[in-house]
């Protein structure tokens, strides 16, 4: 049964920075893609970045390219998004997620963690 827990959220004033940590068990994860999304009250829920299990390779949407980083550590099993200059519209649930590199849906996802970023 593949568990993901996340971790680490927290309140933090703008232009501060938080580390989210997602545990992965349950199976082996090479091949897969993992990945944090976010919801904020009011709006659906959207992609933030994926990593590739594999190779590492990273993707990022605009919105936070070049203040987060996504990163994973295979021998803990676990992927981590580091978040820096944060905005108060970065304040979301952060979940983590996992699919098989070859699909398109998303087929595991962790419980979620707040993040709240003051003005």
């Known amino acids: 049964q593949v568990q993901l827990v996340e971790s680490g959220g927290g309140l933090v004033q703008a232009g501060g920075s938080l580390r989210l940590s997602c545990a992965a068990s349950g199976r082996t994860f090479s091949g897969y893609v993992m990945a944090w999304f976010r919801q904020a009250p009011g709006k659906e829920r959207e992609f933030v970045a994926r990593i590739s299990w594999s190779t590492g390779s990273t993707y990022y949407a605009d919105s936070v390219k070049g203040r987060f980083t996504i990163s994973r550590d295979n021998a803990k099993s676990a992927v981590y998004l580091r978040m820096n200059s944060l905005k108060p519209e970065d304040t979301a649930e952060y979940y983590c997620?996992?699919?098989?590199?070859?699909?398109?849906?998303?087929?595991?996802w962790g419980q979620g963690t707040q993040v709240t970023v003051s003005s």
């Open positions: 997620a996992a699919r098989i590199g070859t699909d398109t849906l998303w087929n595991y």
